[in-house]
């Protein structure tokens, strides 16, 4: 068995038993990168010289006998737009591709003084802008499930990495379903929690008032220790909340009796695949199995979510990203004739196809005489659409059903038709939009690919939400299974 099948307690058992060394783990990782690497394409650069220097280091403390935590020793993987210290972050883009950073992202330090171990950066759509990865400028992400598919996106890397044992587990960011999409996609778990929840300091902001960085693991218990390490207050974030942190670990109980369960008629409607429907509805009798109840109800504005998300995040996108100019940050265009001609070349050459879309509909919405029309009238929507889970929210403590509407689809198929493309994220979006938790578990196969169930808290229940997961977990076995590489 590879050392990334065991669980985190055994493999903390080991390292505390001197039965195996937190070298041994980083070997294992850079051993399956070595094998799998050319047909995944997960990763964008690799850290290892470093990552074996830290594990020697982590190695001598393992003979002092201290009490270590149980991430300690583990090789982790980051999203490229995660900055981290003297380890490139380009964020996927041409525009970054000389950018070293001189600090840690908060959640890094935050896995460092956990005693993690940083492995690589891994690939993802340009500035986080996709659902398939096919935007990255460098080259897309293969699912490993079957290699002519799309892992989703944004965090591709992140979830393929999960899947075909390249790292122990991930950390990606999830804007309008860029953690649970690709989650979903690639048969792992993937966690968006609740927005302010975990701090977005060193995160290369893409839509501010959405994004969140999240954990992909193999199972819910590995994402519950994650999210303890990195959850919590931080003053270099004005958006993070001081909120309590509970013990996420003591909520994984199995306990589902007199669970109330909402399940929207727009997630199991008109463009959901049939058999993506029949994976949920099972899963739905699995928890009912034990004790939970459920009952369709509406969350009505669901329809105009995507139009609403692509009018607020291509407006946020165009503010965060004027700040690539060729001047201050990554790469600066040759022989300008004068200064605008610097911003003009660079930006030109820098930014991909994507990239310069969403900016150039950000900006529309956002310039004078069409602001009211649009960016406030989306502004509008979002709060109908927060009211809708408030509603829901007042009467059920879940609401489930599928995290995309299909599985993966073929590389290539849909990356001349953005509209389509963008319509993979309608389940997802919603939840974005209202700011509430949400975790991506598999729940079945469809054709030799993964289905994802989506469950979604209250904002800052993240405990609900992983017990649900937790328990629907314990009772199948649909996240033991591995794609063949």
Wanted: charged share 20%; hydrophobic share 40%; net charge negative.
């Amino acid at each position: 068995m590879s050392l990334f099948e065991q669980s985190l307690p055994e493999i903390h058992n080991k390292l505390h038993a001197k039965e195996l060394s937190v070298s041994d783990l980083v070997n294992q990782a850079y051993e399956n990168i070595g094998v799998r690497e050319d047909k995944v394409k997960a990763y964008l650069a690799l850290d290892e010289e470093r990552a074996r220097a830290r594990a020697r280091q982590l190695d001598d403390r393992l003979v002092s006998g201290e009490e270590k935590g149980l991430l300690f020793g583990l090789p982790v993987g980051i999203k490229d737009n995660i900055v981290t210290n003297g380890l490139r972050t380009t964020c996927a883009s041409q525009f970054l591709s000389n950018f070293d950073p001189v600090y840690d992202a908060t959640v890094v330090e935050k896995l460092r003084a956990a005693d993690t171990v940083t492995i690589g950066k891994l690939n993802m759509d340009e500035f986080a802008m996709g659902g398939s990865n096919e935007n990255s400028s460098f080259y897309p992400v293969r699912n490993p499930w079957a290699l002519d598919r799309v892992p989703g996106g944004s965090s591709g890397g992140s979830a393929a990495a999960v899947a075909a044992g390249e790292a122990y587990f991930t950390l990606g960011s999830d804007t309008g379903g860029s953690i649970r999409q690709p989650a979903s996609y690639c048969g792992v778990v993937g966690l968006k929690p609740t927005y302010g929840l975990v701090s977005r300091f060193g995160l290369v902001a893409f839509a501010s008032s959405l994004d969140q960085i999240g954990p992909l693991t193999k199972n819910v218990e590995d994402s519950a220790y994650v999210l303890q390490a990195i959850a919590g207050y931080d003053a270099k974030d004005s958006t993070s909340a001081k909120v309590d942190i509970p013990d996420y670990l003591s909520s994984l109980t199995g306990d589902v009796k007199g669970l109330r369960i909402a399940v929207p008629k727009e997630y199991i409607g008109e463009g959901v695949d049939p058999e993506v429907k029949d994976k949920v509805m099972a899963a739905l009798k699995v928890l009912e199995g034990l004790g939970a109840t459920w009952e369709e109800v509406s969350l009505p504005h669901t329809e105009y979510a995507v139009a609403t998300y692509y009018l607020l995040s291509s407006s946020e996108a165009s503010s965060n990203l004027a700040r690539f100019d060729g001047v201050r940050y990554g790469v600066r265009a040759e022989n300008p004739e004068n200064l605008l001609d610097l911003y003009h070349q660079s930006r030109s050459q820098g930014f991909g196809q994507e990239v310069k879309r969403r900016i150039m509909l950000g900006t529309y919405a956002l310039s004078s005489g069409y602001y009211d029309a649009y960016y406030l009238k989306a502004q509008k929507v979002r709060t109908l659409i927060k009211q809708d889970f408030d509603n829901v929210f007042a009467k059920y403590d879940v609401i489930i059903g599928p995290t995309a509407p299909t599985t993966a689809f073929k590389l290539g198929s849909q990356v001349d038709d953005p509209l389509t493309m963008y319509l993979n994220d309608i389940l997802t979006i919603p939840v974005s939009l209202a700011g509430v938790p949400a975790v991506s578990i598999p729940c079945g196969f469809s054709d030799g690919l993964p289905v994802g169930l989506q469950i979604i808290g209250k904002a800052f229940d993240e405990t609900t939400v992983l017990r649900v997961a937790h328990a629907f977990e314990q009772n199948t076995e649909f996240h033991k299974q591995r794609p063949q590489l």
